[in-house]
């Protein structure tokens, strides 16, 4: 019966287990947090627009790269190539 006796001594702590356990917990809340930082800082980078437009730049530039009389399809193509949003509202009715 000796034999099966538990030397409480030599026997690791309850302890440790739980020190383990809470480190390798804080562990992946960290790693977790670090990685969510990072996919919030890509994603505010990937949403980031000019604040102001300055209307008068945008204007000369179309004159300077845009010929007169291009089509539609054309101004569109360069806008979209500037990544200017734009839309098409059509000819007013009774306009001068």
């Keep these: 019966m000796d ?3 538990v030397n409480r001594e030599l ?3 309850r302890s440790s287990y739980t020190e383990v356990h ?11 947090v670090g990685i969510l930082g ?4 890509v994603t505010f980078r990937g949403r ?3 604040r102001k437009t300055d209307v ?3 204007e000369k530039d ?3 790269h845009v010929l007169i009389g291009s089509s539609r399809a054309d101004v569109a193509a360069y806008l979209d190539q500037r990544k200017i949003v734009h839309s098409y509202i059509g ?3 009774g306009a001068a």
């Design 48 to 50: 980031h627009v000019k």
């Design 38 to 41: 990072v996919l919030a800082a």
């Design 91 to 93: 000819e007013l009715k």
């Design 11 to 13: 026997a690791a702590p």
């Design 22 to 32: 809470m480190r390798r917990v804080l562990i992946t809340i960290l790693v977790l």
């Design 56 to 58: 008068a730049a945008v």
């Design 62 to 64: 179309i004159h300077d």
């Design 3 to 5: 034999d099966f006796r």
